[in-house]
């Protein structure tokens, strides 16, 4: 794109981001706005004046040199100092200052965007600080859906349902070992945890086609798979029985379940969502497979056997569209198993974007040659055996943040987020070639 095209591009971005934003927080009062509706989450009033907190710290005062808006709210802002747990003892920004405020800021970031150089280091080059704020909001927008998810009371928030399956899908896919490139050094705005393409070799591995359905999983829920010791890890079983997990969050277990405030019936061949990482592996032990490796997922997702070149998502390099995959908050739920037959990989695997996030069983690291960009607690502080990656976006997560090599981390028992699994295993002795 020329320099033009990509302001542009980025213009469009940040305002679509904003209209979403509005959209999850004008949808409630400003009782509902302020107050915390799970120790889990933010009170929404402090994700809205975050999003524009972080665009004024990257944005007006490090990428254009410019004046503080609000230098003194910085403190109530920084996720690392204040838990989310804490934020609503905080004195925050009231409804309308934070509007006024992320108001301000985006004037002025619009109007940096006329004139700020895309090229002359590393943090504007193609715009990525740009990108960095688009995806940065669009998180928080996906983050902010959960909240709703949670929030008691009338719903809100409405969306036309999903397109039904169109073909059927069930069964498993062989994908053969070899080597593959995973990640990305050309992703213009790809994160510092998807960076840099690297060779990695990954052996004979069967993985689902589609991802575990409602039906499937209640299957787990009727064969004893919450009283059967068998199938948990030690601390997984020991966090089953901790926290009373009977089945997913929001299934009432009578065959409804409560989603935005609605309480309806379980859609069998749903994709299972609000799972969390013990849940998925113990499922997966329970129908003789496991969760697959990060590495297995993409190699799933974008590598082209007969190219040998990874894509940048399973249909191609093609940005996500309707007729691809459930993305965006569009509708708010995942669509059946089958629904989106143009958005397969070229080895069959169905709906790897969008719908629900999937565990995988990889912890969170940096890839070789990992280099912290623009700052080491976007990624590098959260590497470790404490978070477990995940893949491939939900429903409610923005095509902008979400791509073939885009990574999500979080906490084995987190299970409010729009969580999901796809199942793998080794092949049989018989099975090897």
Request: proline share 8%; aromatic share 10%; hydrophobic share 35%.
């Amino acid at each position: 794109m020329t320099g033009s095209d990509v302001r542009t591009h980025v213009a469009a971005e940040l305002q679509r981001a904003r209209r979403r934003s509005l959209c999850l927080t004008e949808s409630v009062d400003d009782h509902d706005l302020v107050r915390q509706h799970s120790p889990l989450m933010s009170p929404l009033v402090w994700d809205l004046a975050h999003v524009g907190n972080q665009e004024e710290l990257w944005l007006v005062r490090d990428v254009g040199g410019g004046e503080p808006v609000r230098s003194d709210i910085d403190h109530l802002y920084d996720a690392f100092k204040h838990p989310r747990g804490d934020r609503p003892s905080l004195p925050l920004l009231g409804p309308n200052e934070a509007r006024r405020y992320v108001g301000t800021v985006r004037d002025r970031v619009l109007r940096l965007l006329d004139r700020v150089s895309l090229d002359d280091r590393p943090l504007v080059r193609q715009a990525f600080a740009f990108g960095m704020i688009v995806q940065h909001e669009q998180q928080h927008d996906e983050t902010m859906l959960a909240t709703h998810q949670l929030r008691q009371g009338d719903p809100v928030l409405a969306a036309a349902p999903p397109p039904a399956s169109a073909i059927p899908v069930n069964g498993e896919v062989l994908i053969k070992g070899g080597p593959f490139a995973m990640g990305t050094s050309l992703e213009p705005w790809a994160l510092d945890n998807e960076r840099p393409e690297h060779e990695v070799f990954v052996a004979d591995f069967f993985i689902d086609r589609a991802p575990v359905t409602n039906r499937q999983y209640q299957e787990f829920i009727d064969d004893g798979g919450y009283d059967d010791s068998r199938h948990w890890s030690a601390d997984g079983w020991q966090h089953r029985m901790t926290g009373g997990l009977t089945g997913p969050m929001h299934w009432c277990g009578d065959g409804t379940y409560v989603r935005f405030g609605r309480r309806e019936p379980i859609l069998p061949d749903e994709p299972v969502v609000h799972v969390c990482w013990y849940e998925a592996q113990a499922y997966a032990a329970w129908a003789g497979k496991r969760l697959p490796t990060e590495a297995e997922w993409e190699k799933a997702a974008r590598h082209d056997p007969r190219t040998g070149r990874s894509r940048r998502y399973p249909w191609g390099d093609d940005d996500p569209d309707s007729a691809h995959a459930n993305l965006g908050q569009r509708h708010l739920s995942p669509a059946p198993v089958g629904a989106y037959p143009q958005g397969a990989s070229p080895y069959g695997v169905h709906q790897l974007i969008g719908d629900v996030w999937e565990w995988t069983s990889s912890s969170f690291g940096g890839y070789p040659g990992f280099r912290a960009f623009p700052y080491a607690e976007y990624s590098e502080v959260f590497f470790g055996d404490e978070y477990r990656v995940l893949r491939g976006g939900s429903f409610g997560t923005d095509s902008s943040a979400c791509r073939g090599t885009f990574r999500n981390w979080d906490y084995p028992v987190r299970r409010q987020i729009f969580s999901g699994l796809r199942c793998a295993r080794d092949p049989h002795p018989e099975e090897a070639r």
